[in-house]
């Protein structure tokens, strides 16, 4: 899911991207949406200082999408917040 340029930096998300994530989301995916390097988003998550919930399942990473959200600040369409309409 990571869209480089060719520069070879990598780009965030827009809104509507965001919004059409599932539930949980991979490690590399948060780390784009808020831009973190991927070395510096597994060190965070690794030592537990990711900026959201990040779920530890087996060797892989899961964020919570809704704490992605609340984190971005990113409402719905409607002018909800999607991140508390999750809670």
């Given at each position: 899911?990571r869209?480089?340029?060719?520069?070879?930096?990598?780009?965030?998300?827009?809104?509507?991207?965001?919004?059409?994530?599932?539930v949980?989301?991979?490690?590399?995916?948060?780390?784009r949406?808020?831009?973190?390097?991927?070395?510096?988003?597994?060190?965070?998550?690794?030592?537990?200082?990711?900026?959201?919930?990040?779920?530890?399942?087996?060797?892989?990473?899961?964020?919570?999408?809704?704490?992605?959200?609340?984190?971005?600040?990113?409402?719905?369409?409607?002018?909800?917040?999607?991140?508390?309409?999750?809670?």
């Amino acid at each position: 899911m990571r869209t480089d340029t060719p520069s070879g930096v990598v780009q965030g998300m827009g809104r509507a991207e965001l919004l059409a994530l599932p539930v949980a989301i991979d490690l590399d995916t948060a780390n784009r949406a808020i831009g973190l390097g991927r070395s510096k988003g597994y060190e965070l998550a690794s030592l537990g200082d990711y900026p959201c919930r990040v779920l530890r399942l087996g060797k892989k990473y899961r964020v919570i999408t809704a704490d992605l959200l609340r984190l971005l600040g990113i409402e719905d369409a409607a002018g909800g917040n999607v991140a508390a309409d999750a809670a």
